[in-house]
Every structure is written in C-alpha cells, then in structure tokens.
C-alpha cells in the first residue's frame, strides 16, 4: 500500500514553510487553503496575519510568495484583492499525483490509514423479534453499512453491534401461547424462507394478542411468564429462542434483499445485558448517580425539564422492580466500553430519541463509563417522508413493509434497465441482476445522499431516473466508462506528466485528488452525504469531460487517447471504490 499526499496537502504544507520563513514573528500559522473558481486553490490566511503583524496584506503576501519553492507543484501564484494568493498547479504535478493513486496495489487510490485508528462500536439495524421490518427500518441499516465501510476503510477497527429488540412483557405471552398452541410455529407449507418465517410470527402474534385481550386468566399466565422469562427458566427460554431465531431467519432475508451482511455474532439484542443490569443499577445507586424516586431509581438534570417545570428523569429500575431501556442501554455501554475496548461508540439511531440519547450519554459520563478517551455519538436521523411530505404510509395508513418498498424499487429499477438492455445486448440474467443492483442502489442513494439529520421525500420515480443526483446516474457513468476502455482496441491507458492539460481534464483531476480528504472528512463527522455528494460531483466533472474530450477520437496522437483513458479509468476506480463504500454496486455493463 502506497500512501500518496494530496496536492492540497502538500500545498498546504508549502505554504505553511514560507510564512514561517518569511514572517518568522507569527508563528505558527494556517494559510486556509481552499479550492478556488479563480485558480486551482486560494490562500485566505494572510489577512488575519496582517491584523497581528500590524502590516500590509498585499505585502505581506508578495513576501510569503517570493519564500515558496521553485520547481515544485506551483505553476503561478498572483495576488489578489486585499492579500489572498490565488495559486495554479502544474499539469504535470496534477498528472503525477494521479499516476501515483493509479499505482496503489491495493486498490486504496493512495488514501492513506488514519494516524490515531481506535476501535469503535457501531450500534445500527435494530429490528424487533416478531415483528416485521418496516420503512422505518431504513435508514438505520443503509447509514450505518455505509459509516461501518468508510470507517473501516480509513483504518478504524469496527466492531457491528445490532441492537434488536428481543425482551419484555410481549414476549411473555408469545412464550405463553406457544406452551399452550405446541405446534404454532410451524410453518403452514413448510417454507423455511423468510417470508415463510414472518407470515408465522405475524400469525402467532396476533392469535396470542386476541387471547391475550380476551381471556384474563391467558394474561395471568402470560404475566407469570415473563417472570420465568426474566428468572431464565430453561423450558421459558428455550421457546424464547425460538421465536428470535425465527425472527432471525427473516432478518436476514430482509437485510440479504438491501444486499448487506449481517452476521449471528454482531446480533446483541437487549436479552444480551440482562445479567448486567442489576450491577448497572447499584453502581449508579451506589455512587450518587442515580437516586430513588417515588420507589424508582432515577437520574436527574438540570437541563431536562417538563412543560411544569419540573425535572424529568431518566428512570433506570421502575418502581415495580421492572428494568427501563435505559438500564439495558447504560449496561451496553460499560460492555463496549470495558469488554471490546471501545473508544468510539456511534448509535445510528432516530433523531426522536435525541433526548433519551443525551441523558445515557450523561449518565454514563457521571458514572465515569464515558470520559476523554472514550465518547458516544448519537448519528442522528431523520424521517422518511412520502411525495406529499408526510410521513411514509400505504394508501391505508399503514407503515410501508420495508420489504415491500425494495421490491417495488427493484421492479421500477428493472423497467429502466430492460429499456435500455438492447443498446448493450444485455442477457435476462443480467437485466434480472443489474435490475437489483440499480433498485437497491437508488433506495440507498436516496437515503445517504441526504444529511442523515433531514428528512427526506421518498419517490422512486426520481430515484431510479438517469439523469440529476441518483446512484442510477452515478452507476451509468461508471459503466459508459468501462464500455470506452473495452473499445479501446491496443491503446491502454497510461499517465503522460509531459503533456498539457485541458480546461476539463484538469477540473477532473484535481477532482479526483480529493477523494482521500473526503473520505477523512466522512470518517471524523460520520457524515456520509458528502460521500454521495463527491461522487456525483465527479460524474458531473466526467460528463463535462466527455463533451470537451474526445477519448478515442482518431484525430487525437495516441499519448492523448493514453492519457485520457488513463483519467476515465481512475475516474473508473474512484467511482467504483467510493459506491462500495456507500454498498451500492456498480455493473459493468448498463
């Protein structure tokens, strides 16, 4: 592996030498380098210098130029306005920088692994046992796939964690009825898929929910259940398993169609810390962090107040002895913490438990579980909108079944392909396949390509179009340019530093440059929108490429059509690295 510096980064550290050798009296200082649509970048950082130097700006900046190094990457720099450096590269170090990411034998495009790798926890794609997977789902899954992928990439030791709701007092009449209906989970044709495995869990809940409302003597023994549940009675939690491998076989099915991987020992549901939460508890009680309240244990907050004024808490152990989510998600944390050596622990969860996020937060910090080493972050989301922004619903009202929605998207993403299919001579097996690639892809586009925090309209129509920001643009870019490089014959591409660069071969270069900041940038905010902007952002850079040049024209000598396939085919590489990371596919042939 071949880590390669980006020209913004060595730029950056040019700059910095020569303030420092020109005006040794301020120390150290930034130059705030940006891209500019002036130049290739400009430097604003000469201006807030000359505010404590008590000089001239432009002078200044007419020193700061004359230190920088000659022959390096710096092909002109002029100053601009009140002290800004507008600063052009060199064609040949853009070409060489590029040639030297083109080398990188492990396919990382040289971006380099992080310094101060740690380990973090990666709390997302929380389903419930028993209960089908819906839009709400969503988002959850698709974020958290894609922060797991880039922070792996940049070096990170990630540890899955799903959070599945697989305890409490619901549980207790499923156990019950099963006792009492010994054959309920068997499936009706004998399917074992997981949509078999669904239809059953819906049917026995529902037969148990009727029985359950209608027989007071059912909810007795229900209730009694869920004691012998929480006590671990073998026989009790034996049928307990049943139902979450039951429910198991249908996650994975769900997750197989958004075309992710989840394995067995990455599920930790709540069942996973019961044996945790009393120690929970009396380490919060035992070192003032939690107090009773009402014969519930409880943690208090300044800042946390009800329409009355008063503190609300965050209950840990209710009143009747029962544990809140609370208590499960604190005994989580000391797990991460103190078991896997977490440094990191990000929770990809919905922006309306915000608050409850913030008390454990707290709470966990007090209790010393959470300190300078060692932090929490809520990746916060927001919700998914239908076209007339409401929340996502059937034309009944009822949540849209996540497996549903997928199908729906694959469907309307095979259409589009099928019409296309014979300009290539795709085969139906292809068509079927490219078809599930571009409908998921566009579902998860959709998602990522928004801030995680916003809301987003959900409208297929848009998502599985050509044209504008979609993943079916992005992958029609990567596969036109995989079709020009089967059409290239004997010409193979191949960097040439010596030659001069055009307007839109240079936007493209320094555009892929970038590709290592960005996914740094990414990693440090958990913010992969500005991925999915990038990407688009580069395809943009590709068309305008395409439309100013030609590739294998004729007309072109053959170390232009060399040096044109090699752009397109890192351009290739970076598209197809980045929409990996993202878990979106891109065929070859669209």
């Not at 959900?458 to 596969?479: E, I, K, N």
Request: with cysteine; glycine share 8%.
């Amino acid at each position: 592996m071949a880590s390669v510096p980006s020209l913004a980064s060595t730029l950056q550290q040019q700059l910095a030498d020569a303030l420092t050798a020109a005006l040794p009296d301020a120390g150290a200082a930034d130059p705030l380098l940006r891209r500019s649509d002036r130049a290739d970048f400009q430097a604003n950082g000469i201006l807030a210098l000359a505010k404590k130097l008590k000089g001239n700006p432009r002078e200044l900046a007419a020193q700061v130029t004359a230190a920088l190094p000659a022959g390096g990457p710096i092909k002109d720099v002029e100053v601009s306005g009140p002290g800004f450096l507008n600063i052009t590269l060199t064609d040949r170090a853009i070409v060489e920088t590029l040639a030297a990411r083109a080398a990188d034998t492990e396919d990382r495009l040289g971006v380099p692994l992080k310094d101060d790798a740690g380990t973090t926890v990666i709390d997302y794609a929380q389903p419930n046992v028993a209960k089908e997977m819906h839009v709400g789902h969503l988002r959850s899954a698709v974020i958290g796939d894609a922060m797991v992928k880039i922070l792996e990439f940049t070096g990170e030791r990630v540890v899955r964690r799903h959070h599945i709701g697989d305890w409490g007092t619901q549980f207790g009449m499923l156990i019950q009825y099963l006792i009492e209906h010994p054959g309920a989970l068997k499936h009706e044709d004998g399917a074992t898929d997981g949509e078999a495995a669904m239809s059953t869990l819906n049917r026995v809940y529902k037969e148990s929910r009727v029985l359950f409302d209608s027989d007071e003597e059912f909810k007795a023994r229900s209730r009694d259940r869920v004691v012998a549940l929480q006590a671990g009675d073998p026989e009790t939690l034996r049928l307990w398993q049943g139902f979450v491998d039951e429910s198991k076989i249908y996650f994975h099915s769900v997750f197989d169609k958004l075309d992710m991987e989840i394995a067995d020992p990455d599920i930790v549901g709540e069942s996973g810390y019961n044996d945790m939460l009393e120690e929970t508890c009396r380490i919060l009680e035992e070192t003032g962090v939690a107090v009773r309240s009402e014969g519930a244990l409880c943690v208090f907050f300044d800042d946390v107040k009800g329409p009355d004024g008063n503190k609300v808490p965050l209950i840990v152990k209710k009143t009747n002895g029962g544990y809140g989510y609370a208590a499960t998600d604190l005994s989580a944390i000391r797990n991460r913490v103190q078991d896997l050596k977490a440094d990191t622990l990000v929770y990809v969860v919905d922006a309306r438990q915000s608050l409850h996020f913030k008390m454990v937060f707290e709470t966990a910090r007090r209790a010393g579980w959470l300190n300078e080493d060692v932090k929490a972050v809520q990746l916060a989301f927001g919700t998914v909108l239908g076209k007339d922004g409401k929340p996502f619903k059937t034309r009944e009202g009822e949540t849209v079944r996540l497996e549903d929605l997928l199908d729906e998207a694959v469907g309307r993403a095979t259409a589009v392909v099928r019409e296309k299919a014979g300009k290539v001579g795709l085969s139906e097996e292809e068509i079927v396949e490219n078809g599930r690639y571009v409908g998921v892809g566009a579902v998860k586009y959709a998602d990522l390509s928004t801030s995680a925090v916003r809301d987003y309209k959900f409208d297929l129509d848009q998502m599985v179009s050509l044209h504008g920001d979609t993943s079916v643009y992005l992958q029609y870019a990567y596969a036109r340019i995989r079709s020009i490089l089967r059409k290239a014959g004997d010409a193979v591409p191949a960097a040439h530093p010596e030659l001069e660069l055009a307007p839109a071969e240079r936007a493209l270069g320094l555009h892929l440059d970038q590709f290592g900041e960005v996914l740094a940038e990414v990693g440090a905010g958990y913010e992969p929108h500005k991925l999915a902007a990038y990407l688009y952002q580069l395809a943009s850079h590709l068309t305008t490429f395409y439309d100013q040049c030609q590739v294998l024209s004729p007309d072109n000598a053959p170390e232009v059509v060399e040096n044109r396939l090699f752009l397109v085919e890192l351009t290739a590489r970076t598209l197809h690295r980045g929409m990996a990371l993202l878990g979106i596919r891109t065929p070859e042939r669209l």
